[in-house]
């Protein structure tokens, strides 16, 4: 299983952005998503989840201004970026949670996808 994220890129502060991360391979579920960040210097944060159900999570500093969504067709997972600030510039990274494989149903895993940088800046 693969994860390849994109969509990061260089935006003034109050603009937009989308985020996408597919997931390619023998997949039969995957349980959640998440998107986490990690700017220099620092730890890698949730900056939202969103379970099977689609009930989406967010970190206190997105809160009204991101938006987490999936497609379980596509085995892909969105994040929109609204309202940008330079402290939001990070590498973002996807996670697909409890992933099970159609080859292994009864085993879970996790897979990360490879970072996509967003940079927040006049």
């Known amino acids: 299983v693969q994860l390849q994220a994109s969509g990061g890129g260089l935006v003034q502060p109050g603009g937009s952005l989308r985020l996408s991360c597919a997931a390619s391979?023998?997949?039969?579920?995957?349980?959640?998503w998440g998107w986490y960040r990690q700017a220099p210097g620092k730890q890698r944060d949730v900056v939202a989840t969103?379970?099977?159900?689609?009930?989406?999570n967010y970190a206190d500093s997105v809160k009204g201004r991101f938006t987490i969504t999936r497609d379980n067709a596509k085995n892909t997972v969105y994040l929109q970026l609204n309202s940008l600030k330079p402290e939001d510039t990070a590498v973002y990274y996807c996670?697909?949670?409890?992933?099970?494989?159609?080859?292994?149903?009864?085993?879970?895993?996790?897979?990360w996808g490879q970072g996509t940088l967003v940079t927040v800046s006049s």
């Open positions: 391979g023998s997949i039969f579920s995957i349980n959640a």
């Open positions: 996670n697909a949670h409890n992933v099970r494989l159609a080859t292994a149903p009864h085993a879970y895993y996790d897979y």
């Open positions: 969103i379970t099977d159900s689609s009930t989406p």
